[in-house]
């Protein structure tokens, strides 16, 4: 079972370049969500979806943006990256029920660089 | 506003050495509470989820315990292999998009 992978694992991108990060999982979670994690900022929430063809924006969506075409993919594009988008990007996933809690599984990472 | 903090941001242990790390939280009704743990260039990886006051969660050196204000990870007799950070965070209810609301974790140091 890999659970939730991503691609690319590192990637130095130059400043206005398009850039879209992969997602996939395969746990038939319904919800899925992007982080940046940043140093001093802790883990923060860029968009998320709970059901594939629906998405919504997170605390920092400003210059991202995500689709939701199907159960197991949740793909982040950059459209013109910037220099303050260099962070650690983590893809998550969870089997979300409104009535109770529900932890959420990481994927392994990308870390962007842009210069 | 809804958030977390951990204490200590960083803890060095002697192997065997027992400590508590802490959560503190602010949330409008906890629909859950939930502890990470981090490794250097990893994704955090889950370990407990919390859902009410008095409950509590162990796994092997590892004992979660929740209040109305805070949870503790209670590390009993560590190894060095339980070096790592730890990331607690938080889900309120009436969130309809499922967010978690992270501390910005605890450095455990375990040296032999």
């Known amino acids: 079972i890999a659970g939730i992978t991503q691609a690319p694992t590192s990637q130095i991108l130059a400043a206005g370049r398009r850039m879209t990060l992969r997602c996939t999982q395969d746990?038939?979670?319904?919800?899925m969500y992007w982080y940046r994690q940043d140093l001093g900022l802790g883990l923060r929430l860029i968009h998320y979806?709970?059901?594939?063809?629906?998405?919504g924006k997170g605390e920092v969506p400003d210059g991202y943006s995500v689709s939701r075409a199907n159960t197991d993919d949740f793909p982040l594009t950059l459209a013109s990256a910037v220099p303050s988008q260099t962070s650690v990007y983590f893809c998550?996933?969870?089997?979300?029920?409104?009535?109770?809690?529900?932890?959420?599984?990481f994927g392994p990472g990308t870390r962007l660089t842009v210069l | 506003e809804d958030q977390v903090t951990q204490s200590p941001e960083a803890l060095r242990l002697q192997e065997g050495e027992s400590s508590s790390l802490n959560c503190s939280y602010t949330?409008?009704?906890?629909?859950?509470l939930f502890w990470y743990r981090q490794d250097p260039g990893k994704g955090p990886e889950f370990l407990f989820t919390?859902?009410?006051a008095g409950e509590e969660k162990e796994k092997e050196r590892l004992k979660a315990t929740l209040t109305k204000k805070e949870s503790f990870l209670h590390i009993t007799a560590p190894k060095p292999e339980d070096s790592a950070t730890y990331l607690c965070?938080?889900?309120?209810?009436?969130?309809?998009?499922?967010?978690?609301?992270f501390g910005r974790g605890t450095q455990l140091t375990v040296w032999p």
């Open positions: 979806s709970n059901t594939a063809g629906t998405t």
């Open positions: 965070a938080v889900q309120a209810r009436g969130s309809t998009l499922g967010r978690l609301y």
């Open positions: 746990m038939r979670h319904n919800a």
């Open positions: 949330v409008s009704g906890l629909r859950g």
């Open positions: 998550a996933s969870s089997d979300f029920n409104l009535n109770r809690g529900n932890e959420q599984f």
């Open positions: 919390l859902y009410s």
